[in-house]
T-cell receptor
C-alpha cells in the first residue's frame, strides 16, 4: 500500500528553527509537495521537490532524498503566524497526490 | 479575484437527503479535484477531472458523483447522504503544466445527521 508518515504534532519556540520530517512509500514517484494549512482554512502551497537536494525559499527550505523515501521541511526564524499544520504529499505513478495526515506545529513565545 | 470558490461554506444535512457542493474556478485550469479531510487522516481524493468532459474515481468515490460540463465548474453530488460523509470537503485545481501545483478552495463543512 501507499503510505506517508509525518509526526502528529511538534512544538517549537518563536525565533528558533524546526525540522518536520516526512517518509513515504508510494507506487512510483513524481514529486513531493509541502503545504501549509492554518486551522479552519484551505491548504496553501509551500514547496515542490522532484530532484534530490535542498530547495530554499525565504525562511522555508525543503529537502528530498528519493533513495531514502525521505523529505523534510525546515522552518527558520519561527514566527507565531507559522503555527499551522504542515502537509506532505507525494505524486504517485498515476500522477495523483497521496497525502500525509499532517504535522501540527505549535509555536510558543 | 482569481481563485476557487466553493458553496455552501457549511451545511447541516439530514441523512438520506441529496446535496450538491459547488466549486468554480476562474484560473482556466484543466484539472480539478474533490477531497475530503477528516481528523487524523490525510486528504483523500474522491473524484477528479483532468479536463472538461472527463472524470475519474479517486480513493473514496462511493456515495459521490461528479460532472465536468465546462472548464470552470466541478460540482460534487451526494445522492443520499449518510453520517459517515460528515467531513470538510475541499475542491482544488491545477494547470496541468510543470509541477502541477494544486490550488485549494476554502472548503465546505458538512454535517450529516
Amino acid at each position: 500500500g501507499q503510505n506517508i508518515d509525518q509526526p502528529t504534532e511538534m512544538t517549537a519556540t518563536e525565533g528558533a528553527i524546526v525540522q518536520i520530517n516526512c517518509t513515504y512509500q508510494t507506487s512510483g514517484f513524481n514529486g513531493l509537495f509541502w503545504y501549509q494549512q492554518h486551522a479552519g482554512e484551505a491548504p496553501t502551497f509551500l514547496s515542490y521537490n522532484v530532484l534530490d537536494g535542498l530547495e530554499e525559499k525565504g525562511r522555508f527550505s525543503s529537502f528530498l532524498s528519493r533513495s531514502k523515501g525521505y523529505s523534510y521541511l525546515l522552518l527558520k526564524e519561527l514566527q507565531m503566524k507559522d503555527s499551522a499544520s504542515y502537509l506532505c504529499a507525494v505524486r504517485d505513478s498515476n500522477y495523483q497526490l497521496i497525502w500525509g495526515a499532517g504535522t501540527k506545529l505549535i509555536i510558543k513565545p | 479575484i482569481a481563485g476557487i470558490t466553493q458553496a455552501p461554506t457549511s451545511q447541516i444535512l439530514a441523512a438520506g437527503r441529496r446535496m450538491t457542493l459547488r466549486c468554480t474556478q476562474d484560473m482556466r485550469h484543466n484539472a480539478m479535484y474533490w477531497y475530503r479531510q477528516d481528523l487524523g487522516l490525510g486528504l483523500r481524493l474522491i473524484h477528479y477531472s483532468n479536463t472538461a468532459g472527463t472524470t475519474g474515481k479517486g480513493e473514496v468515490p462511493d456515495g459521490y458523483s461528479v460532472s465536468r460540463a465546462n472548464t470552470d465548474d466541478f460540482p460534487l453530488t451526494l445522492a443520499s447522504a449518510v453520517p459517515s460523509q460528515t467531513s470538510v470537503y475541499f475542491c482544488a485545481s491545477s494547470d496541468g503544466e510543470g509541477s502541477e501545483t494544486q490550488y485549494f478552495g476554502p472548503g465546505t463543512r458538512l454535517l450529516v445527521l
